[in-house]
């Protein structure tokens, strides 16, 4: 008879190479569209008009939406565990917000006191904002609730990044790691609750500030939102999964010494 010895499961870099490879390809080819987007317009050689807002828009916007799903592909023969699938959901998510907060947000909370958000045809550098203005006016009219959603999505972007940056290290101690996972629980949340809000206030404002007809409606508000109104359920119990473990084998060594 042969004993079977349970590995442990792998909560630092749960990914198969595979993934890695996609994920990294879709952050560089959507930074590719943003880069080359915002030079073109800014130097005047794209025109800063509805079909290349469109294009440009599916280009970046559809890998964006899609990445999520190369979580669930295994490579041959690979076995995952519970927790691990739970890591690498957490370890992919908390950047893939992180950074749409501090990003994005923060060009537009900076942009506010400046004054970049005036109505303009002629955007500049500003493109990559100033063409998400034009599906969600609320974000170039000064609308005090996205203001302080911006401030509110910032700051706990920042302190999401912090705590993936300690998860991806080896030689972080269990205690630690729970402390972090706790921290990513709360941010996650938080950014939870501010996305409800972002949504649902427009929805009682009857779309009234939703503008570009049924493309910024469908593909930009709600499409290109997508993963970040799905995931972040699926993140907080996928934390709750890697805390569970983590809290039982510290007890179990506890009680072992």
């Known amino acids: 008879m042969t004993d079977v010895v349970e590995r442990e499961p792998n909560l630092v870099s749960p990914w198969a190479p595979h993934r890695v490879r996609m994920y990294v390809a879709a952050a560089l080819f959507t930074g590719l569209v943003f880069v080359g987007m915002t030079i073109g317009v800014g130097t005047g050689l794209i025109e800063p008009n509805f079909t290349s807002d469109v294009v440009a828009n599916l280009l970046f916007g559809i890998p964006a939406i899609l990445i999520p799903l190369v979580l669930l592909w295994d490579a041959p023969g690979e076995v995952r565990l519970r927790e691990e699938k739970a890591a690498e959901l957490t370890l992919f998510y908390l950047p893939y917000t ?3 907060q501090i990003c994005y947000e ?3 909370l900076i942009g506010h006191p400046l004054g970049w958000w005036t109505p303009t045809n002629d955007p500049g550098i500003k493109w990559l904002w100033w ?11 000064g609308n005090p609730w996205t203001f302080a959603l911006e401030v509110v999505g910032v700051i706990t972007g920042v302190v999401v990044i912090t705590m993936w940056s300690r998860l991806v290290r080896q030689s972080l101690p269990v205690e630690q790691r729970i402390r972090c996972l706790w921290v990513a629980f709360a941010g996650i949340a938080v950014l939870m609750s501010s996305t409800a809000v972002y949504f649902i206030s427009e929805v009682g404002a009857g779309f009234a500030d939703i503008g570009q007809g049924a493309f910024g409606l469908w593909f930009k508000f709600i499409g290109e ?3 970040f109104i799905v995931l972040p359920a699926m993140v907080l119990y996928a934390i709750h999964i890697q805390i569970d473990y ?3 084998k510290v007890a179990t060594a506890g009680a072992g010494g």
């Open 246 to 248: 983590l809290t039982r």
């Open 98 to 100: 992180a950074f749409s």
């Open 131 to 141: 063409q998400y203005g034009l599906a969600d006016t609320r974000y170039a009219s």
């Open 106 to 108: 923060l060009v537009f």
């Open 225 to 227: 939102n997508i993963p």
